[in-house]
């Protein structure tokens, strides 16, 4: 380890030590260290050639991330990062519009601000479109594919007729004109990277584990209708964050189920979690809270905005807060606009159809 290294291990320590188990630190870590080097690989070595063409980067990124992730810490992993991540894709293609350009791999950027159309949309969709390719060929000669793409391009730039082009040539090269006319049938290039909306092909990433979380959370909505807790309710305090963040994943797709009683039954039984320092476990929950009015967890819903800057984390809160307490929404921008980035605060301020308040 060089010394700059050591020391950018123990910050991330000191800040991850309080919100996870030693195990869950170590893959944070790890996880970060390897999605900078896949940065490296194809964001910087090989990059994409404008914005409209970011999810050759961002798509490519995601999809040896998750590679890491399952060479790593197992393909149960990988699987339900990308199901929750496909969440993540379903809401932002739903807020932009299945029809607008935005939801598009390339986006009609043409006089607008590349950061009103940042999204999900180059990584998920991206990441997905990359795994159906692999679905048609195999893993081993679809990782060959990559590394001709990012040696070829190295110290380069691409866009996504490069990115076709060459797939369709390494393809005949490799696999014979016949093979290769098969396999290239299958893939509709501009329903993929043109077209705006959802994938395509939806691809399928539930897991043994994630389907037991997904009944698991059925069991609490039913025995709360019951005023009762599933009798192995303790076992939520056992998941990794990962499963917990899938287990309230699952919570909002079923939001019309159930009313704010199971949030304050969820919260009696596993309140350490709720009022941790996990960001990712406090969107989903706080998003629940403002849903259900569950007024216990507006304390912490306002102190999380008033210490969190990250976009991804705040312009979806707003967004919840926006439908049922505008009034709030604004109160809360006017505290903390301060603190937050231009960019987060004109996203914000576009959101809620107002000026920023002074």
């Given at each position: 380890?060089?010394?700059?290294?050591?020391?950018?291990?123990?910050?991330?320590?000191?800040?991850?030590?309080?919100?996870k188990?030693?195990?869950?630190?170590?893959?944070?870590?790890?996880g970060?260290?390897?999605?900078?080097?896949?940065?490296?690989?194809?964001?910087?070595?090989?990059?994409?050639?404008?914005?409209?063409?970011?999810w050759?980067?961002?798509?490519?990124?995601?999809?040896?991330?998750?590679?890491?992730?399952?060479?790593?810490?197992?393909?149960?992993?990988?699987?339900?990062?990308?199901?929750?991540?496909?969440?993540?894709?379903?809401?932002?293609?739903?807020?932009?519009?299945?029809?607008?350009?935005?939801?598009?791999?390339?986006?009609?950027?043409?006089?607008?601000?590349?950061?009103?159309?940042?999204?999900?949309?180059?990584?998920?969709?991206?990441?997905?479109?990359?795994?159906?390719i692999?679905?048609?060929?195999?893993?081993?000669?679809?990782q060959?594919?990559?590394?001709?793409?990012?040696?070829?391009?190295?110290f380069?730039?691409?866009?996504?007729?490069?990115?076709?082009?060459?797939?369709?040539?390494?393809?005949?090269?490799?696999?014979?004109?016949?093979?290769?006319?098969?396999?290239?049938?299958?893939?509709?290039?501009?329903?993929?990277?043109?077209?705006?909306?959802?994938?395509?092909?939806?691809?399928?990433?539930?897991?043994?584990?994630?389907?037991?979380v997904?009944?698991?959370?059925?069991?609490?909505?039913?025995?709360?209708?019951?005023?009762?807790?599933?009798?192995?309710?303790?076992?939520?305090?056992?998941?990794?964050?990962?499963?917990?963040?899938?287990?309230?994943?699952?919570?909002?797709?079923?939001?019309?189920?159930?009313?704010?009683?199971?949030?304050e039954?969820?919260?009696?039984?596993?309140?350490?979690?709720?009022?941790?320092?996990?960001?990712?476990?406090?969107?989903?929950w706080?998003?629940?809270?403002?849903?259900?009015?569950?007024?216990?967890?507006?304390?912490?819903?306002?102190?999380?905005?008033?210490?969190?800057?990250?976009?991804?984390?705040?312009?979806?809160?707003?967004?919840?807060?926006?439908?049922?307490?505008?009034?709030?929404?604004l109160k809360?921008?006017?505290?903390?606009?301060?603190?937050?980035?231009?960019?987060?605060?004109?996203?914000?301020?576009?959101?809620?159809?107002?000026?920023?308040?002074?």
């Amino acid at each position: 380890f060089s010394k700059s290294l050591q020391q950018l291990c123990l910050r991330l320590f000191f800040f991850f030590f309080k919100q996870k188990t030693a195990y869950e630190m170590l893959r944070s870590l790890v996880g970060s260290e390897m999605c900078i080097r896949d940065s490296s690989w194809t964001g910087n070595l090989a990059s994409c050639s404008s914005w409209e063409s970011f999810w050759v980067n961002e798509g490519m990124d995601k999809f040896l991330e998750r590679k890491g992730d399952k060479i790593l810490f197992g393909e149960e992993f990988a699987k339900i990062d990308a199901l929750i991540y496909n969440r993540y894709l379903e809401y932002d293609i739903k807020s932009q519009g299945e029809d607008s350009s935005y939801t598009s791999l390339t986006p009609n950027l043409w006089g607008v601000n590349p950061d009103d159309a940042f999204s999900t949309v180059p990584y998920e969709k991206g990441f997905q479109f990359l795994t159906y390719i692999e679905s048609l060929i195999g893993e081993t000669e679809f990782q060959k594919f990559l590394k001709s793409f990012i040696n070829a391009y190295k110290f380069k730039a691409a866009n996504s007729n490069d990115f076709e082009s060459y797939l369709r040539q390494y393809f005949h090269d490799h696999f014979g004109q016949i093979e290769a006319d098969v396999i290239l049938k299958n893939i509709d290039f501009d329903a993929w990277i043109r077209r705006p909306g959802y994938p395509p092909v939806r691809a399928n990433f539930t897991t043994p584990k994630s389907q037991e979380v997904t009944q698991f959370v059925e069991q609490y909505i039913e025995f709360n209708k019951q005023d009762k807790n599933p009798s192995q309710f303790k076992k939520f305090n056992k998941y990794e964050t990962y499963l917990k963040v899938w287990f309230l994943e699952e919570l909002l797709d079923r939001e019309h189920l159930f009313d704010a009683s199971l949030l304050e039954r969820l919260h009696r039984n596993h309140k350490d979690t709720f009022n941790g320092e996990n960001a990712e476990i406090k969107l989903r929950w706080l998003k629940l809270a403002i849903k259900k009015n569950y007024e216990e967890a507006f304390p912490l819903l306002k102190e999380f905005l008033g210490i969190t800057g990250r976009l991804k984390y705040i312009k979806p809160l707003y967004n919840e807060l926006k439908k049922v307490n505008i009034g709030l929404a604004l109160k809360l921008l006017k505290e903390n606009q301060n603190f937050y980035h231009p960019i987060l605060n004109e996203q914000l301020k576009k959101l809620l159809g107002v000026e920023l308040p002074q």
